[in-house]
């Protein structure tokens, strides 16, 4: 009994730096993918942040104050705003082709955004079929 327990926890021992290895590996690819995703997402928030300011050029600027400065909130008509948006997206689907759609169907218009998302997309499926089943 002595042995078993012996051997055990000598394989324990053993498998700890590798696991610890593994680990490490999985969380670097995981900074990776979220690095990615958020490059792409940045690139449509930029687009559409454009469109806004031609649209609706009076609520872009309201936003963009309150954004910048939330503890002088203004008041701002967020109806508007959410209609506003709405027409934003009108416009895009209207104007703009669909370069990709990522894995939570959310629709890429610009190719650095549609490049950043593919990568991340490629490194979530890694993630996955790998060995990071804490990360999945």
């Known amino acids: 009994m002595r042995q078993v327990l012996t051997l055990s926890l000598t394989c324990c021992w053993l498998a700890a730096p590798a696991m610890a290895a593994e680990s490490e590996a999985c969380r670097n690819l995981l900074d990776q993918r979220n690095a ?53 997206e009108e416009q895009l689907l209207r104007s703009q082709r669909v370069l990709y759609v990522n894995r939570q169907q959310f629709r890429f218009y610009t190719a650095a955004g549609a490049k950043l998302a593919r990568q991340a997309d490629g490194l979530a499926q890694e993630l996955r079929e790998g060995e990071c089943p804490q990360l999945r």
């Open 36 to 88: 990615l995703a958020e490059q792409a997402m940045k690139a449509e928030i930029a687009l559409v942040r454009t469109i806004r300011e031609r649209i609706c050029p009076v609520l872009s600027q309201q936003a963009d104050q309150a954004n910048a400065n939330d503890r002088n909130a203004l008041t701002i008509d967020y109806q508007a705003l959410i209609d506003c948006r709405y027409k934003v």
